[in-house]
C-alpha cells in the first residue's frame, strides 16, 4: 500500500473537521513562498530526485518561432532508468495500480524510460494573480457540480478535498483561445491504424484577462468548444458543439451535432458522462477527455494525499514534427522510446460511483500533478472492482502562452488489448493560442457552417 501524505498538518485539520471551510488569509499567503503560485511544494523533495520549483520555463528556447512545433529544452537529457518487467517490482511506488498492469500486459516491450525531473511548468503573472486574489473567496454550490466567486485563477490553490482538486483541473490555465489540428488514432491488435482528423476551436471564457466571477455566474459559461471532422471521407464533416456550464445543475451541459447525412444541427443531450468519445472505437467516454471534464455529480469524491510519481512529462521527442505517426503508433502502445518519464508530486483523488447512479466506471482515481493541475494518470476501474482502462496525459509547456498541457492523450483499454491515441499533430499544423474567437464562432448556426464547408 503506497504511502500517501497530505501537503500539511493544516490541510489534514481542515479536512478533518468542516471539508468546505474556506482557506484563511495565513494559508493563501503561503502561496509564493513556500508553495508555488499555484499551491505546489516549492521545495525538493527529501532526496533531491524532484528539485526545487524555480518558476519553470521563463522563455522559449533560441530559434523557436510561435506557431512552429516545440523545440526540445531539454534535448540533452540523457536517460537516468529503464523501467521495464525485469525491474518494475524495485519501483512500484511510483507507479499507479493501472500502470503496474501495462507491464504485465505488455511485458516484452513495454517500458519507462526516466529522466530526470524537470519542474517545467509556468503560466502568466495575472493567472498567478488571479489565484492568490481568490484563494480565500471560490466556493463550490450545488453539492460541489457548480463554482462561485472565481474567475482565471486556480480557484482551491490549497484544495480541502476531492472536489476542490479535480475542479483545479476542469478551470486550469490552458490559455485564451486555441486552434489546434490534428487527429486520432485507435490501433488494431496487429497495429493497424486510420488517423482521424479533427480541427478543434475552443475559447476559454473563464481564463480571460478580463473575466470575473459576477459576469462568468451570470452567463453560467466555463468554455465553448467546437469540433469538426476533417478525415477519412466517410466521416468529414461530422462536427460537435459544446458549452460548457460553471453550474451544471442549474444548467446542464449544451451540446450539438451536425450529421452530414442528415444535414442537420441537433441537440446533443446525451454527449456526456459515459456516451462513447466521438469516433472512438468505444475505447473512451465522452468525460474522458482531458482526462476529465463535465459535471462530477456522478460520483463521491475523496482527496486521498499526495505522492511521489513517474509521469510523462516534457515530452517533446513525442511531440517532434520529426516524429512520423508510423514512428509512434504500435500495437498494445505507443512507442516507449518516445516517451519522456519524469518523478513528480502528485495530488491522488479518488471518484467513486455514487449508490443510484450508473456509469461504466464504478470507480476512477486520478493522479494530478501538483505544479499545473493537469490530470496526468487516470485508473480507472469497472463496476465490479477490476481495473478496465488506464489513461495517461503527456505534457509539456507550450511556452508561447506559457502553460503546461498534453500534447498526447492515451487511453489504454486493457480487456481489448488496444488503446486510442488523441492529439496527434506530428504531422499537422501545431496550435494556434493566438487566434481570436469570438461566441459567434461557436453557435449552431456556426456548427452547421464547419459541418458543411
Known amino acids: 500500500m503506497k504511502k500517501l501524505t497530505l501537503l500539511s498538518s493544516a490541510i489534514a485539520l481542515i479536512v478533518s473537521c468542516n471539508a468546505l471551510a474556506k482557506i484563511t488569509p495565513e494559508q493563501a499567503a503561503r502561496l509564493g513562498n513556500d508553495l508555488t503560485p499555484l499551491g505546489a511544494e516549492k521545495a525538493a523533495n527529501a532526496d533531491g530526485s524532484i528539485p526545487a520549483w524555480t518558476g519553470g520555463i521563463k522563455s522559449a528556447p533560441a ?85 462561485i466567486n472565481a474567475a482565471i485563477g ?5 484544495p480541502q478535498n476531492g472536489l476542490e482538486a479535480v475542479w483545479n483541473h476542469i478551470v486550469r490555465y490552458r490559455g485564451v483561445a486555441a486552434s489546434r489540428n490534428g487527429g486520432q488514432a485507435a490501433p488494431t491488435s496487429n497495429g493497424a491504424y486510420t488517423v482521424i482528423g479533427f480541427d478543434e476551436q475552443i475559447m476559454f471564457k473563464y481564463s480571460h484577462p478580463d473575466a470575473t466571477a459576477d459576469a462568468l455566474e451570470a452567463e453560467n459559461i466555463l468554455f465553448r468548444f467546437k469540433q469538426s471532422v476533417t478525415s477519412p471521407a466517410r466521416l468529414a464533416g461530422t462536427a460537435l458543439l459544446v458549452h460548457e456550464t460553471m453550474d451544471q445543475v ?43 471534464n463535465g459535471s462530477p455529480d456522478r460520483y463521491n469524491w475523496e482527496l486521498k494525499g499526495k505522492q511521489e510519481m513517474y509521469i510523462a512529462y516534457n515530452d517533446y521527442k513525442l511531440h517532434s514534427k520529426e516524429a512520423k505517426y508510423a514512428d509512434i503508433l504500435m500495437a498494445g502502445h505507443i512507442n516507449p522510446d518516445y516517451v519522456r518519464w519524469e518523478k513528480h508530486r502528485v495530488w491522488v483523488v479518488e471518484a467513486t460511483l455514487k449508490e443510484g447512479t450508473r456509469h461504466v466506471y464504478g470507480k476512477r482515481v486520478f493522479y494530478i500533478d501538483e505544479d499545473s493541475w493537469q490530470i496526468h494518470v487516470a485508473d480507472l476501474y469497472d463496476n465490479r472492482g477490476d481495473m478496465y482502462r488506464v489513461a495517461v496525459a503527456h505534457g509539456l509547456n507550450y511556452y508561447e502562452v506559457p502553460t503546461h498541457w498534453s500534447t498526447l492523450e492515451v487511453y489504454h483499454d486493457l480487456n481489448s488489448r488496444r488503446y486510442i491515441a488523441i492529439g496527434l499533430d506530428n504531422e499537422d499544423r501545431m496550435y494556434d493560442f493566438s487566434v481570436q474567437l469570438s461566441d459567434n464562432d461557436f453557435t449552431p448556426a456556426a456548427l452547421r457552417r464547419e459541418g458543411t464547408r
Do not use: C
Not at 119 to 129: G, K, L, N, V
Not at 267 to 286: C, E, F, H, I, M
Open 63 to 147: 530559434g523557436y518561432t510561435a506557431g512552429d512545433h516545440h523545440i526540445n529544452p531539454f534535448a540533452s537529457d540523457e536517460v537516468v532508468l529503464t523501467i521495464d518487467k525485469s525491474n518494475v517490482a524495485d519501483h512500484r511506488q511510483f507507479l499507479s495500480p493501472g500502470m503496474i498492469q501495462l507491464f504485465d500486459i505488455y511485458p516484452d516491450t513495454f517500458k519507462m524510460n526516466v529522466y530526470p525531473t524537470r519542474r517545467s511548468a509556468s503560466f502568466p503573472q495575472y493567472f498567478y494573480d488571479a489565484t492568490q486574489k481568490i484563494a480565500t473567496e471560490a466556493e463550490l454550490v450545488q453539492g460541489g457540480n457548480g463554482l
Open 154 to 158: 486556480i480557484p482551491f490553490p490549497i
Open 250 to 292: 442549474a444548467t446542464p451541459r449544451q451540446a450539438w451535432t451536425y450529421n452530414t447525412g442528415q444535414r442537420r444541427v441537433r441537440r446533443a443531450p446525451n454527449v456526456a458522462y459515459d456516451a462513447p468519445g466521438t469516433a472512438s472505437d468505444g475505447l473512451r467516454t465522452t468525460d474522458d477527455f482531458d482526462m476529465f
